[in-house]
Structure formats: structure tokens, C-alpha cells
């Protein structure tokens, strides 16, 4: 079982940027793990963000953020970040990182991510 804490949420204006972090815990084998980023808005079912694979090489992300987020990986830290850039109203929701035993996957599937973090709020202000 991976530990995962978020943090970097906060509120922003429309335009601005934030980054998330999401730290494993300590003893992990992080590398091992792709990761993802789900977000869930109020009164709306959880949302496929951004993924990365165990290594880093490949990503996959949500259109809608495509060009404005960047998720990477630093695996020495075991910590996972989400960049955004360019945010909008409706990227706001509660920001959860996930652990996919599968170092392959950049699945956008909430189903094959096994831990979850308790999330970190982000709310962008028009």
C-alpha cells in the first residue's frame, strides 16, 4: 500500500497557475508505480487529469488541460507534480493523486489506481 499526500491547492484567479505535489511515502517502491491525477468538481463525478508512467516516458492528460498542465515525476523524492498553467473556472474541484501498480499505464481509469490520496482543493476565481 502507497501513503500519498497532496498539497499546493489553494485559490487562484483566472489565468494564473498553481503546482501539486503529491508525496509517496517513505519506503515505497515509487518508482515502480504510474500515477494519475483526478479532480472532482461539486455535484460531479471524479475526472481523469493527467498520468504518468513509472519511468516518466510517457503521459497521457484530459483534452480539456492538454497545452496548460504538466504532470511529472521526480522518483528519487518520491513525489509527483501537476504544473497548471492557464486556469480556468472549471478546472476548479478537490485535486486527488492516485497509484497504479502498473508501470506501464497512463490509464484515465479511477478503477486501476489502488491508493488515493485525500486531496487538496483548487478554486479559480473569474
Known amino acids: 500500500q502507497v501513503q500519498l499526500v497532496e498539497s499546493g491547492g489553494g485559490l487562484v484567479q483566472a489565468g494564473g497557475s498553481l503546482r501539486l505535489s503529491c508525496a509517496a511515502s517513505?519506503?515505497?517502491?515509487?518508482?515502480?508505480?504510474?500515477m494519475g491525477w483526478f479532480r472532482q468538481a461539486p455535484g460531479k463525478e471524479r475526472e481523469f487529469v493527467a498520468a504518468?508512467?513509472?519511468?516518466?516516458?510517457?503521459?497521457a492528460y484530459l483534452n480539456s488541460v492538454k497545452g496548460r498542465f504538466i504532470i511529472s515525476r521526480d522518483n528519487a523524492k518520491a513525489t509527483v507534480y501537476l504544473q497548471m498553467n492557464s486556469l480556468k473556472v472549471e478546472d476548479t474541484g478537490v485535486y486527488y493523486c492516485?497509484?497504479?501498480?502498473?508501470?506501464?499505464?497512463?490509464?484515465?481509469?479511477?478503477?486501476?489506481?489502488?491508493?488515493w490520496g485525500q486531496g487538496t482543493q483548487v478554486a479559480v476565481s473569474s
Open positions: 517513505r519506503g515505497t517502491f515509487f518508482g515502480s508505480y504510474s
Open positions: 492516485a497509484a497504479n501498480p502498473s508501470r506501464y499505464s497512463c490509464s484515465s481509469s479511477p478503477t486501476d489506481y489502488d491508493d
Open positions: 504518468i508512467s513509472a519511468s516518466g516516458a510517457r503521459n
